[in-house]
């Protein structure tokens, strides 16, 4: 697998690290500074499952992994194909995402997974509250808009009080270069390349989400075991523009970790915008 070397400091990080490393941090920039830093913690365990994306450990084998059998008997699976939409008079997620969020990041061995630090980046549904718990990203994207597939998805998950979740789907695109994404891909480099942690601090999370998004809701479930149903998907219709080579980066970690679409049945897509 080719990996991309940096030869130079870095001095902005950023994206979801789904963790449970609580180690001495060494701290790389400790002065005050409004541009992100990186902290690098000790390595980060093992985190492969007992399911992957190819062979006899496959999708198609996923129900068959302890208290995973939802992925093979579930009615309301997801990714979808998104083809046919109805419009809806619901309100759109409200956004509250930090311009300073500090983040962890980390590649679990199935994706790279950035984790906020704190707990005050959530959206609004219909009033409540659901708080940013990770994201990380596919490549090609889960979903489909119109059979067709994005190079890249990055899901938004959150959860509500109760433990029900939200996720929002924002797809990538071949485009110009963004700033932010930059921030958090290099950090995902040295995550990867190294095998360790690291944690962005001062990430403008707000900038990765359109200023006034159309969504297609649904009801569907995790893409990954255990494919739990029940979970809101707010699938953004305005693709984010990466740069080829930055899209090259998230390749080249991870290609091909996206699970085969799933059938519809009689559920509904709804559009939602502000």
Known sequence: MHRHYLITAITAVSLIGLSAC????????????????????????????????????????W????????????????????????ASAKDAPAFNYSQAANLRITDNGHTVVYTPATSNNHITIDNERFELKQFHYHTPSEHQFGGQNYPAEVHFVHANSAGNLAVVGLMLEQGAANGIMRIL???????SENQVEFTANKVNLSALVPTMPTFYHYKGSLTTPPC???????????????????????????????????????RTVEQVSK
């Open 22 to 61: 609580s180690n001495t941090y060494k701290v790389a920039n400790e002065r005050a500074t409004t541009k992100p830093i990186i902290i690098e913690q000790s390595n980060e365990a093992d985190n492969h499952a007992g399911w992957s994306y190819s062979g006899d450990t496959g999708p198609e084998y």
């Open 63 to 86: 129900g068959d992994v302890e208290g995973a059998s939802s992925c093979k008997i579930g009615q309301e699976q997801s990714p979808i194909n998104i083809a046919r939409v109805t």
């Open 185 to 191: 891909l290099n950090g995902t480099q040295l995550s």
């Open 228 to 266: 739990s149903e029940q979970v809101q998907w707010y699938v953004v219709k305005q693709p984010l523009a990466l740069a080829s080579d930055q899209l090259a980066i998230m390749t080249d970690l991870y290609q091909g970790n996206n699970r085969p679409i799933q059938p519809q049945g009689s």
